[in-house]
């Protein structure tokens, strides 16, 4: 069965100092993988991706995640927070056997402290 | 690009109610989804159409729900003879076919069942 983990409800980080905010997952086949983030009142939004190919993404706002195959992670990282990138975050992956249902995980609040 | 619209917005309506609720997806995207989040928790999936076929439903949803999506353009959620637990917000998203996978979200529709 297909899962996400997220195993920090919320993460707190001084601005200007790196963050990272962790998922890892489980899933048939090959996984193709997701952030989004959530800020208050609004819908979500697409972060970044990780299909196929290098294993470091890019993506909006500074952002970026690795792809780590053998400990099924893709964790989010931003070098430098603002405080402004206080938001919900939230981690998810879609197998690519059998199925086209794609799994969030609980989320992570992220507070950067000014 | 006008985004993922859903309507209404807000929903409150009296245990054993019918409700409907209705999305309209990017124009060109041909993938449409359905999620359900409460608080706490990340959205979790309802059912996928591809064009207007119905391709997954998870096996979580009762008989109670149905959707549609007669010509593969907007699609509509309906929730039959509602109780108090499905109290939440659904949500709405959509994604171009080819090889992108990332889904562009609708601001949601928030029901409340009294």
């Known amino acids: 069965a297909q899962s996400v983990a997220q195993p920090e409800d919320q993460v707190n980080v001084a601005e200007g100092n790196p963050l990272t905010v962790k998922c890892t997952y489980s899933v048939s086949g090959n996984p193709y993988l997701f952030w989004y983030v959530q800020y208050p009142n609004r819908g979500l939004q697409f972060l970044l991706k990780y299909i196929t190919g290098d294993n470091l993404v890019k993506g909006s706002y500074g952002f970026e995640a690795e792809f780590n195959k053998s400990q099924t992670s893709f964790h989010l990282k931003k070098p430098s927070a603002l405080v402004s990138d206080s938001a919900l975050y939230f981690c998810?992956?879609?197998?690519?056997?059998?199925?086209?249902?794609?799994?969030f995980g609980t989320g992570t609040r992220l507070k950067v402290l000014a | 690009d006008t985004g993922v619209s859903q309507n209404p917005r807000h929903k409150i309506t009296k245990r054993g109610q019918n409700v409907t609720f209705r999305c309209d997806p990017i124009s060109e995207h041909n993938r449409l989804y359905w999620y359900r989040q409460t608080l706490g928790q990340g959205p979790e999936f309802l059912t996928y159409?591809?064009?207007?076929?119905?391709?997954?439903k998870s096996r979580l949803l009762s008989d109670r729900f149905s959707a549609e999506r007669p010509k593969g353009s907007f699609s509509t959620l309906e929730i039959q003879r509602t109780e108090q637990g499905d109290s939440a917000m659904y949500l709405c998203?959509?994604?171009?076919?080819?090889?992108?996978?990332?889904?562009?979200f609708g601001p949601g529709t928030r029901l409340t069942v009294t």
């Open positions: 159409f591809q064009n207007e076929a119905q391709l997954e």
């Open positions: 998203a959509s994604s171009p076919s080819g090889g992108g996978y990332e889904q562009y």
């Open positions: 998810a992956v879609r197998g690519t056997s059998g199925t086209y249902k794609y799994i």
